[in-house]
């Protein structure tokens, strides 16, 4: 009887994951939301008219739900972002920035949208972005676009991949052409 | 009859001339009065940025109630209104809008601006360094906002000279406008085209932001507050203005009620009230001719001393005795000696303040000298002329017989007095480090909840200007640039090893045309720098062709010349520049380097001790650092200090009279004691309640002093004189005594704290020291 009863649960468990009528943004959000503390390696690669070559940066990627987003970047020269509820701050060269993120620059909002997906506040990203989803629960797509007219002559989109619970991708496409790829890879525990 | 005429004309003449002096007066109520008036160079400074500096120009405004969207609304549209007017120079409340015109000259002169910019810049070597760390930049979120200078300015100069012209820590920006950490106020700062000590100016600047924010918000959805400098010193006056008003109604109606109740006569009252007028108007006549201003405080103090000169008319109405006429020879045989040694006991007293040094108190002192000698003048010459034939007032010798009754039981409590002094002397003793307030801040006439807002708004603004400044001189501007960059060049390496947060310098708006000259010399020409930069660009992903506006700005900014103060006039820089380069009043030019504390933590403190010798080092003549907090205090206090010893030297000229007078120690003592006991228990009441004594507090014991010797010297003649005029002599005190303490003792209910200081110690201190003068009596003896 008991494994009756188990068996059915996995039928029905099984029948769920696959019916693709069930996957939208709000599932996405949800499978996000439940997602652990987690840390990753990032690489990024900005490709700007200007320049011959993507410049390239690479360091580690730290989120702490719901509110905490540390970037550390190594290379090509150090530097810590940390998003912290309403401030963003900058260190660079034994200098410190900071700034809340209610004003309105165009860094807070980038970094926010990183940090409304990894917590999985759709809530939060869906007042700044009108938000589309492609793809299927292996290989999803987010279509982020800035709702702000004067944030969108800057951003014109931002597309975040990922693979189930996991961002595996981070694109951002400027308004003036230039785009920039993050790629991140979850760090060992 | 033809001297009384004389005397009536003259009285008549300078009371007409008063009067039209009165007119023309000006009041002010800034605390600067409190300042010295013949500084030193150091004193000079901080008195001039007291005075007239860019911090005394300060506005600061909150918007509290309502939603964050409105309050954004609000702080946007108060911004636009006062913007437009004249009265203010700069207004900003966080929108990053409105300074096209600033940004575009700090780009189109940034090779003169920027601190990078010299010799090694722009080598092979200097170009590779910078260009990379530029492009190490697009790499991080911060570049996306400088990738669109990178072709005219790929050496980042411009991002250099914002960051160092930055505040460091501005305020958080919440629907594009200034709020404060607690996001509940929206946050405004402007600053005023009036100095702070220009009051009527600060008072319409004020009326001015008020009007403003009540055109924006009309319904009332929300609430302004305002303070600084400029807006304490109106708020000053008014507040002092008003309870002057009001209090004096209140003083005067319950001094005429108890004129009246003992004269019971509208004459008598009418009469009697005429020295005092006449003394008031002298006393305001003779201060706006020796300052051409009225202190506030001046004006609450003489509507006290009213009480006291109505003393002179009293003595005058009730000791007359039977048979007698008021102010007739027999009067004035007999009482006149006694009133003229109280008067010139007040003046040695209030001498001292003549002494301090601080215009403030010079006004007290003049105030009340001639205010009383006016009084009693008019008492001895003018008033006996005025009276009508047969003019009596109510006998009150029934009610001198209960008081002589009760007086002569008095010498029964002496033991009490002596008590009294002793445990007062011991609670001084026991307070003495903590007796004296040394603060300025302690004159200061704003309530303490308007203070404590004013240190949130600063608080929240970031505005709290620099603590310390260094200071140096010169016969011009350029001279005074130049010495500022002496210094600013030693800085340099405090900054870079964080024993200072950084400076603000008048040369980071306007360097010094030689520093500017250096600079442009070190701008290559077109083709040299194109050679260059091929050379450098070599190894990196910038191809030089991207580069061309960089060549073509380098080009023009050689060929534009040096930035000089008129390119910037009319701009947020040259605001900048006037509260940092300055002549001072002495003609010179004065420049000031900001000296800020390491970001970070609020405990974090610029290392001092460094900064002193980086100035000595630097060798600039006549380089000061300053500590503006403490050297405002220590200054203060230095004269505080000086208040203090002319009060004892006053102290000693009132002994001395007393002796030339009374010829006899044993007199002199006895004059003395009631009021060195009554000065004593009042000065323990207060210690003992808390309070720290100011400078007010010392003018309130030095009338105690004056008030008490009259008292003290009537009691004397009563035990040397046995004409049976005690009754008529106690009645005569104790009226006088219910005036004094009537008029000072409503300034007790004042909420401005230093009319109160003054009201309460000389409404206790008088009522004291006649009690004391009756206990200590000898007239009963007999």
Redesign the interface.
């Known amino acids: 009887m008991r494994a009756l009863l188990a068996a059915t649960i996995l039928i029905a468990c099984a029948a769920l994951d696959c019916a693709a009528a069930d996957w939208n943004v709000n599932t996405l959000f949800e499978m996000l939301a439940r997602e652990k503390p987690g840390r990753a390696t990032f690489q ?1 690669k ?1 490709y ?1 008219s ?4 993507p ?3 690479s360091g580690e990627l730290e989120f702490t739900p719901p509110h905490t987003l540390e970037k550390r ?1 190594l290379l ?2 150090p ?1 810590r ?1 940390l998003v912290d509820r309403e401030r963003v701050t ?1 260190e ?1 060269g034994g ?3 900071s ?2 993120l ?3 620059s ?2 807070a909002v ?2 926010e949208s990183i940090r409304g997906t990894l917590a999985g506040d759709l809530g939060a990203l869906t007042r700044t972005y009108s938000a589309g989803l492609d793809g299927d629960i292996a290989a999803w797509r987010l279509k982020l676009r800035p709702l702000d007219p004067a944030l969108a002559t ?1 951003v014109e989109r931002i597309e975040i991949g990922g693979s189930h619970a996991r961002v595996k991708t981070v694109e951002i496409f ?1 308004a003036d052409g ?1 785009r920039s790829l993050m790629t991140l890879v979850p760090a060992p525990r | 009859m033809s001297r009384s005429r004389a005397a009536i004309a003259a009285w008549v003449v300078g009371l007409v001339f008063c009067i039209w002096q009165i007119t023309q007066a000006h009041f002010v109520s800034d605390l600067s009065s409190f300042l010295p008036s013949n500084p030193t160079a150091e004193q000079r400074l901080l008195v001039d940025q007291i005075r007239d500096g860019a911090i005394s120009r300060v506005a600061l405004m909150g918007i509290e109630g309502a939603d964050p969207a409105t309050r954004a609304r609000l702080s946007q549209a108060l911004a636009a209104t006062l913007r437009a007017d004249p009265r203010f120079i700069s207004v900003t409340n966080g929108a990053a809008t409105g300074f096209d015109k600033e940004r575009e000259l700090i780009v189109s002169y940034r090779y003169l601006l920027s601190p990078q910019v010299g010799a090694a810049r722009f080598t092979v070597e200097g170009l590779r360094a910078a260009i990379s760390e530029t492009i190490e930049l697009l790499a991080s979120p911060a570049g996306m906002m400088t990738k669109s200078l990178v072709p005219r300015d790929p050496t980042g100069e411009t991002l250099a000279i914002l960051e160092r012209l930055r505040p460091q820590d501005g305020p958080a920006v919440r629907d594009g406008v200034w709020t404060s950490p607690d996001g509940a106020r929206a946050l405004l700062l402007a600053r005023t085209r009036a100095s702070g000590s220009d009051t009527d100016a600060q008072a319409l600047a004020l009326s001015a932001i008020e009007e403003a924010f009540r055109k924006a918000a009309p319904a009332g959805e929300a609430r302004l507050l305002v303070t600084g400098p400029g807006v304490f010193s109106a708020k000053g006056r008014a507040m002092v203005e008003g309870d002057v008003k009001h209090l004096s109604m209140v003083g005067s109606a319950i001094i005429v009620m108890l004129l009246f109740a003992v004269y019971r006569s509208p004459i008598a009252l009418g009469l009697g009230l005429v020295p005092v007028v006449s003394g008031a108007l002298a006393g305001v006549a003779a201060v706006s001719i020796g300052f051409g201003v009225v202190h506030a405080v001046t004006l609450g103090f003489g509507t006290a001393l009213i009480g006291e000169a109505v003393d002179y008319s009293i003595y005058l109405f009730v000791q007359a005795g039977d048979g007698e006429r008021a102010g007739d020879s027999a009067w004035v045989r007999r009482f006149w000696p006694t009133i003229r040694l109280g008067v010139l006991a007040s003046i040695a007293g209030f001498s001292a303040l003549l002494f301090s040094g601080l215009p403030g108190l010079v006004q007290l002192g003049l105030y009340a000298i001639s205010g009383l000698v006016v009084a009693a003048l008019v008492t001895r010459f003018v008033l006996p002329a005025l009276l009508p034939a047969g003019f009596r007032i109510r006998d009150v010798s029934p009610i001198g017989r209960r008081l002589a009754w009760l007086a002569a039981r008095a010498p029964r409590a002496r033991w009490m007095v002596a008590l009294l002094a002793v445990a007062a002397l011991a609670a001084i003793l026991q307070h003495r480090g903590a007796l004296w307030n040394h603060e300025l801040t302690s004159l200061n006439p704003i309530a303490e909840a308007d203070r404590r807002i004013d240190a949130e708004l600063r608080a929240a603004l970031g505005a709290s200007d620099a603590r310390h400044v260094v200071a140096v001189y010169g016969d011009s501007a350029e001279a005074a640039l130049q010495a500022a960059e002496r210094v600013t060049d030693r800085l340099d390496a405090l900054v870079g090893t964080g024993r200072l947060g950084s400076y603000e310098s008048p040369s980071r708006v306007l360097p010094s045309q030689a520093l500017q000259r250096t600079r442009l010399a070190s701008l290559p020409d077109a083709e040299a720098l194109r050679t260059r930069l091929r050379a450098a660009l070599a190894e990196l992903p910038l191809r030089p062709e991207r580069v061309e506006p960089f060549v073509a700005d380098v080009e023009r900014a050689r060929a534009q010349g040096l930035l000089t103060q008129d390119k910037i006039a009319g701009t947020a820089l040259q605001t900048a520049l006037e509260g940092l380069l300055f002549r001072a009043s002495d003609g010179r030019w004065t420049a000031l380097v900001g000296i800020r504390a390491p970001a970070g933590s609020a405990s974090a403190r610029a290392d001092i001790g460094a900064v002193r010798e980086a100035v000595a080092a630097a060798g600039v003549p006549g380089a000061i650092l300053v500590d503006l907090k403490s050297e405002i205090d220590r200054l203060y206090s230095s004269y505080f200090n000086r208040a203090l010893a002319s009060s004892a030297v006053g102290f000693g000229v009132i002994v001395a009279l007393l002796f030339a007078a009374l010829k006899s120690p044993t007199r002199v003592l006895r004059v003395l004691l009631p009021i060195l006991a009554g000065v004593l228990v009042v000065a323990a009441w207060h210690v003992a309640s808390g309070t720290r004594l100011t400078l007010l507090h010392l003018v309130g014991l030095l009338l105690v002093v004056a008030v008490g010797s009259n008292y003290a010297l009537f009691f004397d003649r009563l035990g040397t004189a046995d004409d049976g005029s005690a009754p008529r002599t106690l009645a005569s005190l104790v009226l006088a005594n219910a005036t004094t303490v009537a008029g000072f003792g409503v300034l007790a209910f004042s909420s401005v704290p230093v009319l109160q200081s003054i009201g309460s110690t000389v409404a206790l201190g008088a009522f004291l020291t006649l009690v004391f003068a009756a206990v200590l009596s000898n007239a009963w003896a007999r």
Not at chain 1, 50 to 53: C, G, P, S, T, Y
């Open positions: 990024e900005k700007l200007l320049l011959d070559k410049v390239e940066s970047t090509p020269r530097e972002i900058l660079r200098k410190t920035f700034i809340g209610r004003e309105n165009a860094i980038l970094v800057l400027q230039d």
